[in-house]
């Protein structure tokens, strides 16, 4: 019994989808995080070079403010210009970090749109539980992910700065473009150093992110019963029902039996009653079968009804076996079928 409330088993599809609807899924904020830097990174470099002629007119214009009175056309050209210097040069850097926040989300979860997460809760505002928060196993956790972070990124950081170093004597002999280019290159290499190093944390953290989702959602295999109850029906009720389906479809097979032109049997085990419409079928068709105590069932209603009962044993067996009730029956039997017709109808004549 105790194996049963044991969360052991993997969590089922059911239960996945259950979880996704709630806003439970498995996400990596040091993923999200990484991707967002990245981006932002690569903006820095490779954009702003395309918008330093902006960002010189803005700047030229601020500068030429200094000394004039700040009139109310003063004030409406500055809201203006800043606006637009907004529009040109920052809103294409904003608009590209918040899309690659979204699509490090949507990599990891897929696309999901629930407003559960954000409903209120009292038992969000409950100080107790936001103690337990606060010390749970999760936070502290959390708490040396960050540490460990920042201390290998200094320390890999501090390496690099004390390389930089050894080569600033030799920026005196530089002039003042390849200086600006040599603090470019050393920005360049210690931003990328820093991203490989929040790319090793950052995938470290999205497997360990997926490996205690799953374990999270892991049942007991009483909750996989349950659930099987749930969406598949109850067993018991189940096979009520394939009992009644049976009990009907026996009851239409045995209505359709005074119709039949023959019944063929074995004669004790089994019964095969055969009807042959030449008018509307192109071969006879068996409408009711059965074996043993149905078989003999099958013989009664027959005899009620004046259909003639004929044996011949291996036919008998071989049509319960080989054809499915309101099935035409196969070409190899059409001769021996062919002649118990024949017998019978000679016999209804006489």
Request: aromatic share 12%.
């Amino acid at each position: 019994m105790a194996d049963d409330l044991e969360k052991t088993e993997e969590p089922t599809s059911k239960k996945i989808e259950d979880a996704r609807k709630e806003g439970n899924v498995a996400k990596s904020m040091e993923f999200s995080g990484f991707v967002v830097l990245f981006i932002s990174a690569l903006i820095i470099i490779f954009y702003l070079k395309y918008v330093s002629i902006d960002l010189e007119k803005y700047f030229a214009f601020i500068t030429s403010l200094i000394g004039k009175e700040f009139t109310k056309n003063l004030i409406y050209q500055i809201v203006i210009k800043s606006f637009l210097a907004f529009i040109i040069i920052l809103a294409p850097v904003m608009f590209t970090i918040m899309m690659a926040g979204v699509l490090a989300n949507v990599f990891q979860t897929g696309f999901l749109f629930t407003t559960k997460p954000i409903m209120p809760k009292l038992e969000k505002i409950n100080p107790l539980k936001g103690f337990k928060r606060l010390f749970s196993a999760k936070t502290i956790i959390e708490g040396i992910k960050m540490t460990l972070k920042v201390a290998v990124a200094f320390g890999v950081g501090y390496y690099l700065f004390l390389g930089f170093l050894n080569e600033i004597p030799k920026l005196a002999l530089m002039t003042v473009l390849e200086q600006i280019r040599w603090f470019s290159q050393k920005a360049v290499i210690l931003i990328f150093s820093m991203m490989a190093v929040f790319l090793v944390f950052a995938l470290i953290d999205f497997i360990y992110q997926r490996y205690s989702y799953k374990k999270s959602l892991r049942m007991s295999k009483q909750e996989i019963k349950d659930e099987f109850k749930q969406t598949e029906g109850n067993p018991e009720i189940k096979a009520k029902i394939r009992q009644l389906q049976r009990e009907m479809s026996k009851k239409r097979m045995m209505a359709e039996v005074p119709k039949a032109d023959v019944v063929i049997t074995n004669p004790t085990h089994y019964a095969v009653a055969i009807r042959y419409d030449k008018e509307k079928e192109e071969a006879p068709r068996v409408i009711a079968k059965g074996v043993d105590n149905l078989a003999l069932k099958i013989k009664e209603i027959a005899r009620e009804a004046g259909v003639m009962i004929v044996e011949n044993r291996p036919l008998a067996r071989e049509l319960y076996k080989s054809v499915e009730i309101e099935e035409i029956i196969p070409p190899k039997l059409y001769q021996a079928v062919a002649e118990v017709l024949t017998f019978v109808y000679k016999a209804k004549r006489v």
